[in-house]
Nanobody, 123 residues
Framework: QVQPGESGGGLAQAGGSLSVSCADS????????MGWFRQAPGKEREFVAG????????YYADPVKGRFTISRENGKNTVYLQMNSLKPEDTAVYYC????????????????WGRGTQVTVSS
């Protein structure tokens, strides 16, 4: 089982960078695929990026391809999202989540969720 918790986030200017991380307080992090989601004010939650259980496969939503990078360090029970070339439309609460489906991706069922961290990008 996993208990994700996000950290990082904050304020950035358009074109700048931020990194968020998600640490798991459970003991089985290495067998879960992980995903990042975001929810902007007045909008539905959307998939941003995902990574398989061993880091061998990654997935990105079209709006962030080429700008965001997801990675994980299973020895540290942590998944990261590096966000470059930020745009105001990236402003949202970012959530990490875990799925027992090893490959992960946007169609997987994510059973465990963090509480989110705010990312705000100014124009």
């Amino acid at each position: 089982q996993v208990q994700p918790g996000e950290s990082g986030g904050g304020l950035a200017q358009a074109g700048g960078s931020l990194s968020v991380s998600c640490a798991d307080s459970g003991r089985t992090f290495g067998i879960y695929a992980m995903g990042w989601f975001r929810q902007a004010p007045g909008k539905e939650r959307e998939f941003v990026a995902g990574i398989s259980w061993n880091g061998g496969r990654t997935y990105y939503a079209d709006p962030v391809k080429g700008r965001f990078t997801i990675s994980r360090e299973n020895g540290k029970n942590t998944v990261y999202l590096q966000m470059n070339s930020l745009k105001p439309e990236d402003t949202a609460v970012y959530y990490c989540a875990a799925t027992a489906q090893f490959l992960g991706g946007p169609l997987a069922r994510y059973n465990y969720w963090g509480r989110g961290t705010q990312v705000t990008v100014s124009s």
